[in-house]
């Protein structure tokens, strides 16, 4: 197995000669962000559990740790990562998965991937170990470092190992699907949204939404019979076609935007097609239009684009930042990398 200290020689050298580095695990997110830079650091070799405590919903493990491991071993104990992280391919690590930042389709009910970071270790770029947070919600205090590393692609250090919140399968699941045009399934969904209704994962596409209800098995009977619709066989295989976007609408050749909104925001003119999540905060929009009107937009409702896969990154992957964001996100990577050779220009 690799070893921590055969990390640290790596970055040592790596800043002494300024020889970029990137950062990789199963690789199975290299389409995700802007270009593809340095010599491969591959943590695969420093991978499994470190201790877990099903009792306390907790699990430590090391960056190269297959997703799938951590899944099958939760599975065992009937417990879960409530995030769902997508998994992109078979070789996806639970480092590459905090690393990325992406959840999915239980997102807006469980919460995302920072609220379930407990703590972690880090190796920065003077070759330096550096903890955070610990293994239970009382160990975060002040500015919590850990969650940070969630979706910084890498950018900051090399995660070494995450301790991570898990939570109960539910005891009941459904799934109902109705036939609804954009306007309504975007009103509908809000109006559910302020209700006590069990709804876990919504999903609206074509004329069609998903609706999946997990909980207590009484609650789930008893949303069924409030919102009505088809109960759908088999639900679990649309849900994770959904998170690995299998589902015909990800296999299109335009690009694919991934729109984040207030969930209220009505129908947006964007042309080409959309997919909408999350109770309407996630929206996926397949279009060719071009970056700066979509991204007007957008931020006209209070929200931002992301250019997600495909498409011409030259316009910026993601949402330019505003000034004093940038120099906040400048400061950051100059504490934690100075010589900067963790993944430069991966995500800005």
């Known amino acids: 197995m690799q070893s921590i200290e055969q990390f640290q020689e790596r970055v040592r050298a790596a ?31 420093y991978a499994g559990i470190i201790d877990y405590e099903p009792t ?7 960056c190269g740790t297959p997703l799938a491991e951590i899944e099958a071993v939760l599975a065992d104990r009937n417990q879960m990562l409530a995030f769902e992280p997508p998994h992109f391919g078979a070789g996806a690590t639970l480092g590459g998965a905090i690393a990325a930042g992406l959840a999915g389709p239980r997102r807006a009910a469980s919460g995302g991937v920072r609220d379930f970071v407990l703590g972690a270790k880090l190796l920065d770029g003077k070759g330096d170990v550096l903890g955070f947070g610990g293994q239970v919600m009382k160990n975060v205090a002040g500015y919590d470092v850990s969650r940070l590393l969630a979706g910084s692609l890498g950018t900051l250090g090399l995660l070494l190992e995450v301790s991570v919140k898990v939570l109960p399968k539910p005891f009941a699941e459904t799934t109902l ?20 209704l069990p709804v876990s ?9 998903w609706l999946r209800l997990s909980g207590a098995q009484a609650a789930v009977d008893a949303a069924v019979h409030l919102i009505g619709g088809e109960v759908v066989a088999s639900p679990a295989c649309f849900w994770e076609e959904l998170r690995e976007q299998r589902l015909p609408f990800f296999g299109g050749d335009d690009a694919l935007w991934r729109l984040s909104l207030p969930s209220t925001t009505g129908v947006l003119q964007l042309g080409g097609v959309q997919l909408i999540e999350w109770g309407g905060a996630q929206r996926w929009l397949r279009s060719d239009a071009d970056a700066a009107s979509i991204r007007r937009s957008v931020a006209a409702a209070g929200g931002h684009a992301t250019l997600f896969r495909g498409g ?6 993601f ?22 050779i963790f993944n430069p220009g991966r995500m800005f």
């Open 15 to 45: 800043a002494a000669d300024q020889t970029p580095l990137r950062i990789r695990g199963g690789g199975t997110k290299d389409w995700y962000g802007q270009r593809l830079e340095g010599e491969i650091l591959d943590t695969r070799g």
């Open 56 to 62: 306390e919903l907790v699990i430590t493990a090391r």
């Open 201 to 209: 994962s919504s999903c609206w596409h074509n004329g069609r939404l």
């Open 177 to 196: 699907c109705l036939e609804l045009g954009q306007a309504e399934a975007i009103r509908r969904l809000n109006e559910w949204g302020g209700q006590p």
């Open 312 to 317: 011409d990154k030259s316009v910026g992957v």
């Open 319 to 340: 949402q330019p930042l505003a000034p004093g964001i940038a120099r906040i996100h400048e400061r950051l990577k100059q504490s934690f990398d100075p010589a900067h």
